[in-house]
């Protein structure tokens, strides 16, 4: 069989067409899977840029939370817990505290702990208080509210009559003198 022009003409545009429609649909779906592949990986991109935006603005609270509270508390601190030059009348203030109830008081240096930018130093300390019974208890109550950053560990506290004596070991603490505090 021997086709004529117009057959041979027709069988090589259809197949022309053919093979362009294949060509189509292979570019369509090679350019629909890069696409798609394009989608998830700028998803997965908001997702991790919506995180570290959260992240950043969790930094920016807790940086102005620190500037607003932060400082405030560290000029608290700074005020509170002494350097260790301002702790020399320690044994002095606590005689002052037991003459105004008229006590006596025993003051015995135990050790020291140097203190540096990481952690508080300390002198420990032994007291004996003698006098009054009320005012050895009303003393315990001042040392609770003592003005330097202490603790006050095995209070023994004996009574005879109206006499009472008390014998405690004390820890006060100081700071590393770094000049200024903390500013905004």
Request: hydrophobic share 40%; aromatic share 12%.
């Amino acid at each position: 069989m021997q086709l004529n022009a117009f057959q041979k003409k027709l069988l090589f545009e259809s197949s022309l067409t053919l093979v362009l429609i294949a060509a189509l649909l292979g570019g369509i779906w090679y350019f629909g899977s890069s696409i798609s592949t394009a989608s998830d990986n700028i998803s997965s991109m908001r997702g991790e840029l919506a995180m570290r935006s959260n992240s950043l603005n969790s930094l920016a609270a807790l940086r102005s939370e620190y500037r607003t509270r932060g400082i405030r508390g560290l000029n608290a601190m700074y005020n509170y817990v002494p350097t260790e030059e301002q702790l020399i009348n320690l044994r002095q203030e606590l005689m002052v505290l037991t003459s105004k109830s008229n006590l006596s008081l025993q003051y015995t240096f135990l050790s020291e702990a140097p203190a540096n930018t990481a952690t508080f130093g300390s002198y420990n300390f032994r007291i004996d208080v003698a006098g009054d019974y009320n005012a050895v208890l009303n003393f315990v109550d001042t040392l609770q509210n003592f003005r330097y950053l202490s603790s006050f560990q095995g209070f023994s506290i004996t009574r005879t009559a109206d006499r009472g004596t008390l014998s405690a070991k004390g820890t006060v603490y100081f700071r590393e003198d770094t000049g200024t505090p903390a500013t905004l």
